[in-house]
């Protein structure tokens, strides 16, 4: 049995996920979940992705080899505050967190001497439903895993944390933290940013007249991230918020030259750039 | 029988899924196919899209009482010109093309008598795909065909033309063209140079190192269009400019407004913001 008792902290999407997925591999002994609201944990359990639960952290944790901290950002400060007093000597931390330099600042300034057997990590995958009704086994399969280590992490802590996610179906990588937050700057909260503003601009158009009824599948696609959770956005994106703001200032750059080439009826110029982008989009091997 | 001669000119995508769903509902007698290339027609009649084709337009239309225009924009003019003259006087004549103030302009210019029964149209529906062989019947199920009549429109040809859209599975709507030309620049045109500019950028920064590996669901969904035809999508741009330009600067505008909400920490004016997109978005019923 590869974890005997697992903690996680927030069984919601993501959580329930990982739960569920260690069950379908039968890596756990026993799965506990905590988390504020006792209603969900009951709904968690009642779906069989973890064994009982506890509202108390202290509870929830005791005796645990692994915790999973899967709670949205914006509750992590306080999560990672409560644990210090609670975690055993020898039980490895980790978490999902979609960004990991703000989480590991926190981790620093928060979690004493458990610092060392702390593995950041961030799950790349997910919809954009929440709640551990729309949690299935299957979440994490063939999708990666990174992990962002600190220096000083101890090893074992860091396999013990891979062996999980590759239990759970996923790829694990290794990363730079820096190097994570500007990756996923990029690949997924840029993409956020851009669905959300154009869903913005068609609304303010809408003041005007019908415009959303004439939408087809191109902006139905576009535009299902916009459907996602605006408080953990929100988090998300000031948790991120210089990667981010590189990111969108490259992509601002880019919409200004494609602009600017059809301002000045470069036909060239713009078949070059739909030809380029194209060629990018059908290399990218989605799986 | 709703039409007995139906001629279509382009049987790629939209004309051979035309020519599949009007099949499906027994609406013609016959369906004869007219296009550039041999080799594609016979793919088409091979898979049962048409009866028989022709690679001689006059052979193609002569004594049809319908011929859609299913060719790129950018093969409009051409076809428009040639139709002239090998058109019989009762031929009612309609297009597909997804802007519209073009093709009039190019219709009034070069349809002389005919132009009383030629009905501008565009279906709003499509694929990434192009070609017959990704031609299906039930593209236009319950999606929207909007037709953009003129002044001058016969009201009898009008008719014929709705309920060709309707035997296909659509659902009819009358517009004005330069509404329509706004509302396509907004919900479809913007999305494509948006999905196209996104792949751009982030190639861009894949130079410096692997960047689409750590892509996810939401970026895969969101680019899946900037794999359309890039001859296609110039032509759509260039055809299309002015109403493009506006919607990229409405764009443009909410896109500095919400970076602007990031830069100075503003975290509750982007929550609004979000939470405004997401009401739009899970509103927009997406059939």
């Known amino acids: 049995m590869l974890i005997r008792h697992l903690a996680i902290i927030g069984v919601g999407l993501i959580g329930g996920s990982l739960a569920r997925a260690l ?38 944790v005791k005796g645990a080899d692994m915790v999973v901290i899967a709670v949205p950002l914006g509750a992590m400060e306080k999560v990672l505050s ?49 709640g551990v009704e729309a949690s299935f086994a299957e979440l994490f399969d063939r999708r990666r895993a990174i992990l962002t280590p600190l220096e000083e992490t101890e090893i074992s802590a860091i396999q013990n944390v891979r062996d999980m996610w ?29 669905a959300y503003t154009l869903v913005e601009t068609l609304a303010e158009m809408e003041r005007a007249g019908a415009v959303f009824r ?13 459907s996602s959770n605006p408080e953990m956005w929100r988090d998300i994106t000031f948790a991120n918020r210089e990667a981010l703001l590189t990111a969108l200032e490259r992509f601002r750059q880019e919409l200004s030259a494609l602009t600017e080439s059809i301002r000045s009826q470069d036909t060239r110029q713009v078949l070059e750039t739909f030809r380029r982008a194209k060629g990018a989009r059908d290399a990218f091997t989605w799986k």
Do not use: N
């Open 23 to 60: 069950k379908r591999a039968r890596a756990c002994r026993r799965i506990i979940g905590y988390g504020l609201h006792e209603s969900e944990l009951m709904k968690a359990r009642a779906l069989g992705a973890i064994d009982d639960f506890s509202i108390d952290l202290g509870q929830a």
């Open 82 to 130: 409560q644990l210090r007093w609670c975690l055993d000597k020898a039980t490895v931390v980790t978490d999902v967190g979609s960004v990991k330099g703000s989480v590991v600042e926190q981790a620093r300034r928060l979690l004493g001497p458990h610092l060392s057997r702390f593995v950041p990590g961030h799950p790349i995958a997910g919809t954009e439903k929440s």
């Open 166 to 194: 590759e239990a759970a179906g996923s790829e694990v990588e290794i990363m730079d933290v820096a190097r994570h937050d500007e990756v996923v700057a990029a690949t997924s909260h840029l993409p956020h940013i851009l």
């Open 214 to 226: 004439y939408a087809a599948g191109g902006f139905a696609d576009c535009t299902r991230i916009a």
